[in-house]
Nanobody, 130 residues
Framework: QVQLVESGGGLVQTGDSLRLSCAASGRTVSGRTFSSYYMAWFRQASGKEREFVAA????????YYADSVKGRFAISRDNAKNTVYLQMNSLKPEDTTVYYC??????????????????WGQGTQVTVSS
């Protein structure tokens, strides 16, 4: 079984930065481990759909971003540490919500589609005050 644990959320002011981390542990039934997973960050406000933020391929060579965060956020991964990161700069009040880490242990057809991910973390709250 794969477990994902996010950390790094908190309360910041407009324009500040935060770095979220997501530590993965365990392996799939077939024995696949973190270095073979596609990883992503999503966010979800209360009463709204979970929306895509960023994704990164297993090697880290390919990254994808939602238009709303492009140029401000950066996703990266350290396969030696089984960890994926989301560096968030120039934060805005509209970035306030719960951020979720996601892992796909199978083929990803569309990195921004939440249904392509089969494991999720518990979420970490990010609050940006104006």
């Amino acid at each position: 079984q794969v477990q994902l644990v996010e950390s790094g959320g908190g309360l910041v002011q407009t324009g500040d930065s935060l770095r979220l981390s997501c530590a993965a542990s365990g392996r799939t039934v077939s024995g696949r481990t973190f270095s073979s997973y596609y990883m992503a960050w999503f966010r979800q406000a209360s009463g709204k759909e979970r929306e895509f933020v960023a994704a990164i391929s297993w090697s880290g060579k390919s990254t994808y971003y939602a238009d709303s965060v492009k140029g401000r956020f950066a996703i990266s991964r350290d396969n030696a540490k089984n960890t994926v990161y989301l560096q968030m700069n120039s934060l805005k009040p509209e970035d306030t919500t719960v951020y979720y880490c996601a892992a796909s242990t199978t083929e990803v057809l569309l990195p921004s589609r939440k249904y392509d991910y089969d494991y999720w973390g518990q979420g970490t709250q990010v609050t940006v005050s104006s």
